[in-house]
């Protein structure tokens, strides 16, 4: 059984690997500015189906996987900063402060034409950064451009009050999540195939 990643991501393909989901990848060329939802849980689902179903006439057999993750903090959904300001002012919201990570995630059986669509909350406590903090943060992490919120395997890790749920879901990819859908379909680690 193949598992298709509806992704190019070196960083989520590496996750799966670690965790013995084998799959395959192809580009999802969806759009996600084409999606409006106040509602961040309905945003992320939507977000995780459309990237699903854009790659799902190219696939014969198999689960298609689509997956989209966000950070939500007071309120308000944090975006790829636009630059080393929005960084700082991202990190000011999440010091001191309960962030939720949210992902979005969808499966598509071929064979059976079933679609699942759900998606994991980990609730991300974090003690004060100071200024400080957040400089060194912005200036030694080369990646923070390209992640709402922050990286957690990162300086920020020292910072970690409590974590409650998964932490692969932080990382972008909740392993548990989708292995509890494919053992729904029967389908278990020793029936993926490259």
Request: proline share 1%; aromatic share 8%.
């Amino acid at each position: 059984m193949k598992l298709i990643l509806a992704s190019t991501s070196n960083y989520k393909s590496k996750l799966l690997n670690q965790t013995k989901l084998k799959h395959i990848q192809i580009e999802s060329n969806f759009d996600e500015k084409t999606i409006k939802n106040n509602n961040v849980y309905e945003y992320v689902k939507e977000l995780s189906l459309q990237k699903a179903l854009s790659i799902k006439d190219k696939v014969k057999t198999g689960i298609i996987l689509g997956m989209d993750t966000v950070v939500f903090v007071d309120n308000q959904t944090l975006e790829k900063p636009k630059d080393k300001n929005e960084i700082r002012k991202f990190l000011k919201m999440c010091s001191n402060n309960t962030t939720e990570v949210i992902t979005g995630i969808t499966l598509i059986n071929k064979k059976t034409n079933e679609i699942i669509t759900d998606y994991t909350i980990t609730y991300v406590t974090l003690r004060n950064l100071s200024d400080e903090d957040i400089d060194f943060y912005i200036k030694t992490e080369k990646d923070a451009l390209n992640v709402s919120g922050f990286i957690i395997e990162t300086s920020i890790s020292n910072f970690i009050e409590k974590i409650e749920g998964s932490f692969f879901n932080i990382l972008g990819a909740p392993v548990e999540t989708i292995y509890k859908y494919l053992q729904k379909w029967n389908i278990s680690l020793k029936d993926l195939e490259n």
